[in-house]
């Protein structure tokens, strides 16, 4: 069974950069499928934020432009999510997911997700 | 960039009955690159139907979806009391290459 957990802080300060790691079990991050980060600010809707594949290859939300950086650690088996200059409207729940093999582009399982509030 | 949008905004029915959960593109959608997610309250999204039209893991029959283009459609054909939860239509697409969600159906109980 596949299971993901993130962690990191929980309240990061404006301006600063906010980390996340996505530890994946029962399933290698080297099998060939994608991972991702999804968020939702309280209250509101879904928005993907980025993915990568165990090659280091990503993609990201154009939205976030440079503010975004995904990368893998495979001997650890996880991933992380930095997100730089953060503001208020960075505040969400942030999900890590597992998407599907190339051509295959839905999120499979996901992380219970982790609250990440920005504020002094 | 493609808009996904969701009618209705929520949906108030009563178990037992069917419900219908419209998803529309603001351009044409290739049908194996839309999903669709259940959200209950404090939980992650689960996937539903992947395809516009199949299944996931261990997903009743009685979910079901449809369409093709811009339109696409989630039935619930006779609703349990754990389905009423918040809906997503998810797409991708590839100009450029990146995931847009609906802004969600709430179903709520009647």
């Known amino acids: 069974q596949v299971q993901l957990q993130e962690s990191g802080p929980g309240l990061v300060k404006p301006s600063e950069t906010l980390s996340l790691t996505c530890a994946v079990s029962g399933h290698s991050i080297s099998s060939g499928y994608y991972w991702g980060w999804i968020r939702q600010p309280p209250g509101k809707g879904l928005e993907w934020i980025g993915h990568?594949?165990?090659?280091?290859?990503?993609y990201n939300n154009p939205s976030l432009k440079s503010r975004v950086t995904i990368s893998v650690d495979t001997s650890k088996n996880q991933f992380s999510l930095k997100v730089s200059s953060v503001t208020a409207a960075d505040t969400a729940v942030y999900y890590c997911?597992?998407?599907?093999?190339?051509?295959?582009?839905?999120?499979?399982?996901w992380g219970q997700g982790t609250l990440v509030t920005v504020s002094s | 960039e493609i808009v996904l949008t969701q009618s209705p905004g929520t949906l108030s029915l009563s178990p037992g009955e069917r419900a219908t959960l419209s998803c529309r593109a603001s351009?044409?959608?290739?049908?194996?690159?839309l999903a669709w997610y259940q959200q209950k309250p404090g939980q992650a999204p689960r996937l539903l139907i992947y395809?516009?039209?199949s299944r996931a893991t261990d997903i009743p029959d009685r979910f079901s979806g449809g369409g093709s283009g811009t339109d696409f459609t989630l039935t619930i054909s006779r609703l349990e009391p754990e389905d009423f939860a918040v809906y997503y239509c998810?797409?991708?697409?590839?100009?450029?290459?990146?995931?847009?969600f609906g802004q969600g159906t709430k179903l709520e109980i009647k």
């Open positions: 990568i594949h165990h090659s280091g290859s990503t």
């Open positions: 998810q797409q991708y697409g590839s100009s450029p290459p990146m995931y847009t």
């Open positions: 395809g516009a039209s």
């Open positions: 351009q044409s959608v290739t049908s194996s690159y």
């Open positions: 997911a597992r998407r599907g093999l190339v051509g295959i582009y839905y999120f499979d399982y």
